[in-house]
């Protein structure tokens, strides 16, 4: 017996990723948490202000059983349960027991001074990111009218001061830029082809879950709300380290991957090319019914009208639970610049068993400025990731590395970009 045994644990799980942290934190006393059911917050999906009534899992992979072990689709291998028998605690619940407590300690520190809590309970043991010799990772704030976000950098060891490419990398719910770091393994590939990475963060004071809010009218804007910062936060570092503004580009996973759809329909003279990996498109959602109508496969792309569409590259998973995989062709679908393009399609199989489906659309000019990877059986989680990080799936192709292919082949029109 343990001091956890007659507690409902996933019943606090499932209060603490709703946001109800009082209520949950009231259960771990032994007292009754007197609230009403409200449904999750799902991963992509909406986290701040106002409930829905339909419950939708934060995440459809099935955490590993022990650290360093990969994140697995429902189904697939050992330890894929996705739920566990009532009464028993196993991997997936230890994990979500972890990450409680954490959401615990930020709302009450006095917790922290409580011995040996969350010891032992299975939670992954994060590897410090690794910085070579000559190489930087470091933090920097990024301030405006819309409020201030923090975001880490990454400088390669072959950085001497030339103009190199940036990558802004946007991370999913629940997620960090250390985190998102480690499971895309960006900051590796960026000392191997030499270019900058940003990660900007989302701040729990702005989603409980630490979403991007791109289901909000008002962080859908030119100028305005989340995407006045994250520009704002590009060309900081396009400015700090006289970087190419011709070759800036931005990336993200699931509602991070929405928040570079929305970059993408907002300064398409900031970023030349996109990568959206489990996303949705721009303009999908106004609010959080539309949100969650959306990520289950409702509702239609907003025409992007004048704006000038955005070479785009696009993973999701046929077998997402989270957000249906139709938004991956939404995106595609949204991102068609005018003109007569040219598709191929091809089949084939990642190294660790993932079968996919790429098509790739090319102009007249021959330049590929759509691809589109469907990975079959696929859940949601960055495809061909680093078990170090969260919502990863090793054995998919390295989206990651077909990212920056697309994205080195792609150089802007202009030099600047007017906030």
């Known amino acids: 017996m343990n001091a956890f045994s007659g507690i409902d644990m996933g019943e606090v799980t499932r209060l603490t990723r709703a946001g109800q942290l009082t209520e ?37 992979m099935v955490a590993p059983r022990t650290p360093g072990e990969a994140w697995t689709a ?59 010799d000559g190489a930087r990772y470091e933090e920097r704030t990024f301030s405006n009218a819309a409020g201030s976000r923090t975001y880490k950098v990454y400088v390669p060891s072959g950085y001497t001061g030339q103009a190199l490419p940036l990558v802004v990398m946007l991370h999913g719910c629940t997620q960090s830029p250390d985190d998102f770091a480690s499971g895309t393994r960006m ?18 004071s702005a989603n409980m879950q630490k979403c991007w809010n791109w289901f909000n009218a008002a962080d859908q804007q030119r100028g305005a709300g989340e995407p006045s910062l994250i520009a704002g936060i590009a060309q900081e570092v396009v400015r700090e380290f006289s970087a190419d503004s011709r070759r800036v580009y931005i990336a993200g996973l699931s509602a991070g991957g929405a ?4 970059m993408a329909a907002t300064y398409p003279d900031l970023f030349a090319a996109i990568g959206v990996h ?52 939404r995106i595609i679908a949204q991102a068609k610049p005018d003109g007569a393009l040219k598709k191929v399609v091809t089949r084939g199989e990642s190294p660790g068993g993932t079968t996919y489906t790429r098509s790739v659309q090319s102009d007249q000019s021959g330049r590929e400025v759509l691809e589109q990877w469907v990975l079959h059986g696929a859940g949601h989680a960055w495809s061909g990731g680093s078990a170090n990080g969260t919502y ?9 590395r077909e990212m920056m292919r697309f994205f080195m082949a792609h150089t802007g029109a202009s030099d600047t970009a007017q906030l």
């Open 392 to 400: 990863t799936d090793p054995r998919g192709p390295d989206a990651s």
């Open 24 to 60: 949950a934190m009231a259960l771990l006393q032994g007292r009754s948490a007197a609230a009403k059911p409200q449904a999750n917050a799902p991963e992509g999906g909406p986290g701040k202000n106002g409930s829905t009534a339909r419950s939708w899992p934060t995440i459809d």
């Open 259 to 262: 928040a570079a759809a929305i």
């Open 278 to 329: 489990s996303g949705l498109p721009y303009g999908a959602a106004k609010d959080m019914p539309s949100a969650f109508a959306a990520m289950n496969g409702g509702g239609t792309a907003q025409p992007l009208g004048m704006r000038a569409s955005v070479p785009t590259i696009v993973f999701h998973g046929d077998a997402d639970r989270t957000v249906n995989a139709s938004n991956g062709d």
């Open 74 to 132: 429902p189904g697939f291998g050992k330890g894929s349960d996705s739920e566990a028998p009532s009464g028993r605690t196993d991997a997936s619940d230890r994990q979500g027991l972890a990450e409680t407590l954490r959401s615990l300690r930020e709302r009450f520190p006095k917790m922290g001074a409580i011995p040996g809590l969350g010891d032992g309970l299975g939670s992954p043991q994060r590897s410090p990111i690794r910085v070579p």
């Open 187 to 204: 900051n590796e590939l960026a000392e191997e082809q030499t270019f900058l990475v940003a990660y900007p963060g989302q701040p729990q």
